[in-house]
């Protein structure tokens, strides 16, 4: 189950030293003002399975829906492999919580593809506080057929496969031992176990039992007014089974190993820049919360997204990051309207390419940001229903000015292809695929 520390050094590795050019591939949705969209429409969760076949996304309705690229035959204008609508299925919906008097939203916070077993595949997906296990599997509709040469002979009917489709079934329903919002699912890399995230606890689950977790985190003050940072994202290592990390709202990302000890709160390494008390302002102690913070695919590094930047860790050596990138520095300009209409707490998720070098992100104004580590290039680019790709490079010092600047339309999930350079976006209810080659 557990598995030897790795050491690293240097930068994040590169599949080679050409820089990838980005470009439009494909889009789901049309292109509506951000006013005539339903709000249970708007994608909440978006995830690649391990082998980059399928992708699902959620959305607030409680929905499930899976696009399959498999049978690698269709082809965009550009050249591009394209997805295609796969199935659907209505995985949560909205429940009655009577010992605290509150509703529980079907809303889908997070999904995590598990290994298939032959062709059906298998998936966690969570709202705000039950986890459920689903399997797809194709199913086969009969029906009788007689195949009798001549009239003469007896007709008997055979049972023949007159059509097949997708039925969900739902596996498993962990039961609720998450007090406060669930904000994170991460699979474990031996396949056997899982973590779910709140607020302030993260437990350890057996996939195959649903009736117990091992609580390997606790935040939780005696007293509540104590409370001083909560959990934002955890995850678990890519290739050794006994580690996990978890971010907070304080800009400190912590690793823990299970071998040191199973509530791994005092144990854990800790990732943290020390801010410069004369740079502090109001805002301050808001855009240095982490949003999300993911392993690279080789699992030595760690990169972490803030309101404004993305940091990269090398596990190796912690004392500071490798890099800072500095996203899109106007829109420290825009502090106080961000405040007021609260899009300063949105949390945009961040995610590792195959190589472990390019990185992808969300932002305001139907755009996105593509990073390359090792070159430190920061690519933004803008989501276009013209099928146009719309790119820039952001200088390290960049004097845009903010004119007509939509805060409405975020792309607050993004995903990052495991298998090629591919990236799915997700714009309120659109879903983009850029292509890097």
Known sequence: FFQPMIKSTGSPTSSGDKKVEWKFSQVFGDKTTSEQIHDEDIITALEFDQTGKYVSLGDKAGRLIIFDASNGGS????????YQYLTELQSHVKEFDYLKSTEIEERINQIQWLRPQGNNL?????????????????????????LNKSDKDT??????VS????????????????SYHINSLSLCSNGENFLS???LRVNLWTIDRTNEAFNVIDLKPDNLEEISEVITSSKFHPTQSNMFMYSTSKG???VCDLRKSTLCDKT????????????????TDIIVSICDATFSRNGKYVFSRDFCTVKVWDLANTSKPVNVISLYDPIKTKLCDLYENECIFDKFSISSGPDSNQVVTGMFNSNFHLLDVKRDINTQVELSFSKKTISKVIPKKCTDTLNNYDYT????????NPKENLVAVACLNCLFFYKGS
Not at 409 to 416: E, V, Y
Request: proline share 6%; charged share 30%.
């Open 75 to 82: 082809k965009s204008k550009q050249g591009f492999g394209e």
């Open 122 to 146: 298998y998936i966690l997906t969570t709202n705000d506080k039950t986890i459920k296990m689903w399997k797809i599997s194709e199913k086969k509709i009969k029906k009788p057929v007689f």
């Open 155 to 160: 007709k008997l009917p055979q049972m023949q």
């Open 163 to 178: 059509d097949s489709g997708l039925m969900p079934t739902l596996l498993k329903t962990y039961p609720q031992l998450h």
């Open 197 to 199: 995230g709140d607020d």
């Open 252 to 254: 400190v990302i912590r």
């Open 268 to 283: 854990a390494q800790t990732l943290e820049v020390k801010e410069n008390p004369s740079n502090k302002n109001f805002f």
């Open 409 to 416: 339309r975020k792309t607050l999930k993004t995903a990052f």
